[in-house]
């Protein structure tokens, strides 16, 4: 899998995050950071005050760095968030919260160095997965805390976990042979402030919401099937009546598997004039 920063799915992320498929970076998403990375170059190189580059931050935006402190900044910046607490955040939401901080990076409106970007990629191909405890977000503003824990391993500093355990990541660094990064102008800043913690979740829990209305669905059909009951409550026309594309979706998965049933063919002709209501409200409930 190729990220560009536009095109990933939940699917994707589903596959890389539970299934480890490998991931790379497109050359489209490379151009697109290296323009990005000489903006903030160009402003690091500037006496002008540039938020996030040569400035403190939130309530010490006011307060101008100078260019011996600029790398020294975006380091404690992640050391300083990293205050997250709670039990560690399961590996399939971690790895979900890598490939989505990645595909944002790709986007190259970051400011951040492939080598960066690259780096997170190879921590997910290599299933170096940080420790991050699962408390710390602060909604819209950011998922910064558990963010700062996720980017630690990438400077060789916190913690990765190994079978469950948590184990220091300079440790697990020098065995994998895997060598740390120094963290240049805004880098920091652009590894933390995004919401790919909830994000992640939120991905997966689609996904399996998804699934589990396929299976209820089939098995809706079945019921349906074995009690005897008619397709006649699933009809196309009925079920447009109302602006609910999901009544619709689900009606049409119903119809498709009831097609053709030896059973309904049965008692086509039998004298019972409509379903229980728990047969007949499957589209509307389910969709």
């Not at 900044?73 to 890598?98: D, F, I, W, Y």
């Amino acid at each position: 899998m190729e990220l560009s920063g536009k095109d990933l799915t939940i699917s994707d992320v589903v596959r890389v995050s539970r299934f480890k498929e490998t991931v790379g970076l497109s050359e489209k998403a490379k151009k697109k950071i290296e323009a990005a990375r000489s903006v903030v170059e160009n402003a690091a190189r500037s006496d002008k005050a540039t938020y996030g580059i040569n400035t403190g931050f939130g309530a010490l935006a006011t307060i101008k760095v100078g260019p011996e402190d600029l790398l020294d900044l975006q380091r404690n910046l992640l050391l300083s968030h990293a205050c997250g607490v709670g039990k560690a955040t399961p590996e399939e939401v971690v790895r979900a919260m890598m490939l989505l901080r990645a595909n944002s990076l790709s986007c190259g409106f970051s400011g951040v160095r492939i080598v960066l970007v690259e780096k997170l990629i190879e921590f997910l191909n290599k299933n170096v997965i940080p420790y991050i405890p699962e408390k710390g977000s602060v909604g819209c503003s950011g998922d910064l805390a558990q963010l700062a824990h996720m980017s630690l391993p990438l400077i060789g500093e916190g913690y990765v976990l190994e079978k469950g355990i948590r184990v220091p990541a300079p440790e697990v660094l020098k065995k994998m042979k895997i060598e740390p990064l120094t963290l240049v102008e805004k880098e920091g800043l652009s590894l933390i402030n995004g919401t790919q913690a909830m994000t992640a979740r939120l991905c997966l829990a689609v996904n399996d919401a998804l699934n589990a209305l396929w299976f209820a669905t089939h098995v809706a059909a079945l019921t349906t099937d074995v009690l005897l009951g008619s397709p006649d409550a699933f009809d196309e026309g009925i079920q447009k009546a109302r602006p609910h594309p999901g009544q619709v979706l689900v009606s049409s998965w119903l119809r498709e598997d009831l097609r053709g049933s030896e059973i309904r063919e049965s008692h086509r002709n039998c004298p019972k004039v409509q379903d229980a209501y728990s047969l007949r409200c499957i589209p509307q409930v389910h969709g």
